[in-house]
């Protein structure tokens, strides 16, 4: 998470990034872009602004040496010298069109950035800003011939939100330099994060969250949804939920004998979290922290709702835990052939 009310652009320049598979070539930039003031202000909101609402970070990564990582290698020129900055973006953009491994990658412009004085924590740090715009807007120009006004439609870039980018922050913990990235036309998910950029989550307290509330949400799906129905998968999501707000620590141990009753499903539960530690190529901590920041944007992912083929719909409160297992009864009418769902309540609203 960062801030940027003192954030600058010290060094900005646009080049274009073609696809191999289309055979659209690349366009380089000569000269440094010179913003007017109007430009320059509506350029910082729009490159910073997806930013500041991340709490989840990435270190740089290589299968055998992170000094062979070539983002991380132009990064690490760049903080140490800036007087390369022209052909070092140019670099970035090759390395980018190196990536375009399919036709389902778009071209696009690509904007290099260099900033000053992004707060990040209690510090405010020099970052390095790469950004592809792919997506283009169609819009009215105005303009006066002959004593009237008329209009062309021209195509621009939109301003609400950048297609792809990251922050390659000055500062660095055991892993490495923090980076943050952005990706909102996720055609191809290896695409930025792996292939290019190749960056990996650090081993932390927010990825230890993240990880844990989405190998629960996936065992409620395959496992708990298809053997008890929607209520319990839901009941168990809330329990969880529960559990991660009543405890600092996250001890898995602790966690099962809170959320199971029934021993078959602690060990259907552990059997499933080894399958989805390789299948992610990750580790499942015993214990960590609580990151309450990933848990809220978490647990706003998590539904519960029971949509019944009769149009009718049960949401269920992920915050109470307890209320489906008192107040929702599951039974099966003998007469109409048809299951069905019995709930308590003092009064409605």
């Known amino acids: 998470m960062i801030k940027r009310t003192k954030a600058s652009i010290s060094k900005a320049i646009l080049h274009k990034v073609g696809n191999k598979f ?35 970070s990435y270190r740089f990564n290589h299968h055998s040496n992170i000094n062979l990582n070539e983002i991380n290698t132009y990064a ?3 903080f140490a010298d800036e007087s390369n900055f022209i052909e070092i973006s140019k670099h970035v953009v090759t390395h980018l069109f190196e990536q375009s491994n399919s036709s389902q990658i778009k071209t696009g412009d690509v904007l290099v950035c260099i900033f000053e004085d992004i707060q990040y924590d209690d510090m405010f740090v020099k970052a390095i800003g790469i950004f592809k715009i792919e997506n283009r807007a169609e819009f009215f120009q105005t303009y006066l011939e002959n004593n009237s006004y008329d209009l062309i439609t ?21 892993e490495g330099n ?30 230890h969250t993240k990880n844990y509330i989405e190998l629960c949400r996936d065992f409620s799906e ?3 949804k298809p053997s008890l129905g929607l209520q319990e998968k839901s009941t168990f999501l809330a329990k969880t939920i529960d559990y991660f707000k009543e405890n600092e620590v996250i001890n898995i141990e602790n966690f099962k004998d809170d959320v199971f009753e029934d021993d078959k499903y602690k060990d259907l539960f552990e059997d499933y979290k080894k399958g989805f530690e390789t299948d992610r190529a990750l580790i499942i901590r015993n214990q960590f922290d609580v990151s309450e920041n990933v848990l809220k944007k978490q647990r706003q992912k998590i539904k519960t709702e029971i949509k019944l083929d009769t149009n009718i719909q ?36």
């Not at 195509?155 to 297609?163: E, M, N, S």
């Not at 990235?181 to 695409?191: E, G, K």
Request: with cysteine; charged share 30%; proline share 3%.
């Open 154 to 174: 021209q195509k621009g870039i939109p301003t609400k939100k950048v297609d792809k980018g990251c922050l390659i922050l000055n500062t660095s913990d055991t």
């Open 222 to 224: 395959d496992v708990l």
């Open 22 to 56: 289309n055979s659209t070539k690349n366009a380089f930039s000569e000269q440094e872009l010179d913003f007017d003031e109007v430009s320059y202000d509506l350029m910082l909101g729009y490159l910073l602004r997806p930013f500041g609402s991340l709490v989840e």
């Open 76 to 78: 690490t020129q760049l």
């Open 314 to 349: 049960i949401k269920l409160d992920v915050d109470a835990p307890d209320a489906s297992a008192e107040y929702l009864e599951r039974g099966y009418d003998d007469i109409k052939k048809m299951h069905y769902y019995k709930v308590f309540f003092n009064e409605e609203s």
């Open 178 to 207: 923090i980076i943050l990235s952005v990706d909102n036309n996720s055609y191809d998910t290896q695409y930025w994060i792996k292939h290019f950029l190749n960056i990996k989550y650090p081993d932390d307290h927010n990825q």
